[in-house]
């Protein structure tokens, strides 16, 4: 028999403390976990929760085409979403140093991921011909206050 010393045994992994993204990713690749939920919405795009714990909520949406949201926020929240499968195209709004307008797209494909914290604004879109379905974490709640594009001083908040 010998002793070891506390230093060197494995701690339970603290899930809070992992990258949102890497959620997403391990969520996205168990499809047991999620597949009971899929569903698709002819006249919106679905979500359902895939589970709660911790301060953190993990959702799977679907995406038919030319299904998208309105440009948004998460408030104080922070997390990530990894794209499953098809297409989805991310238009990211904020206001640069100096006040001008700034918009990025992102093409995502399958496997692909993207981050967001307190006041990122974007709008997420399937602009392809076939559905898509994403994994979502937020973390501090999943709030989403609404905004205008204003394409010479950035985005502006509604109420």
Same mark, same amino acid.
């Given at each position: 028999m010998f002793a070891v010393p506390d230093n060197?045994?494995?701690? $339970?992994?603290? $899930?809070a403390l992992r990258h949102p993204v890497r959620v997403a990713?391990?969520?996205a690749a168990d499809r047991e976990r999620w597949g009971r939920l899929l569903r698709y919405d002819? %006249?919106? =795009?679905?979500?359902?929760?895939?589970?709660a714990a911790d301060g953190q909520e993990i959702w799977l949406? /679907?995406?038919? $085409?030319?299904?998208?949201? %309105?440009?948004? %926020?998460?408030?104080? +929240? !922070?997390? +990530?979403?990894t794209v499953v499968?098809?297409?989805?195209t991310e238009t990211v709004a904020r206001q640069a140093p100096?006040?001008? +307008?700034? !918009?990025?797209?992102?093409?995502?494909? +399958?496997?692909? /991921? =993207?981050?967001?914290?307190?006041g990122y604004v974007h709008e997420v879109r399937n602009e392809g011909p076939d $559905?898509?379905?994403?994994v979502h974490v937020y973390r501090e709640g999943r709030q989403m206050r609404s905004y205008l594009p204003d394409p010479v001083r950035g985005p502006r908040r509604i109420g």
């Amino acid at each position: 028999m010998f002793a070891v010393p506390d230093n060197t045994l494995l701690r $339970p992994e603290n $899930p809070a403390l992992r990258h949102p993204v890497r959620v997403a990713v391990e969520v996205a690749a168990d499809r047991e976990r999620w597949g009971r939920l899929l569903r698709y919405d002819p %006249d919106e =795009r679905f979500s359902a929760l895939v589970e709660a714990a911790d301060g953190q909520e993990i959702w799977l949406l /679907s995406w038919l $085409p030319g299904q998208h949201t %309105d440009l948004h %926020d998460h408030a104080l +929240a !922070t997390g +990530a979403f990894t794209v499953v499968s098809g297409r989805l195209t991310e238009t990211v709004a904020r206001q640069a140093p100096g006040g001008r +307008a700034v !918009t990025e797209v992102h093409a995502l494909s +399958a496997g692909q /991921s =993207r981050v967001f914290g307190p006041g990122y604004v974007h709008e997420v879109r399937n602009e392809g011909p076939d $559905p898509a379905i994403s994994v979502h974490v937020y973390r501090e709640g999943r709030q989403m206050r609404s905004y205008l594009p204003d394409p010479v001083r950035g985005p502006r908040r509604i109420g």
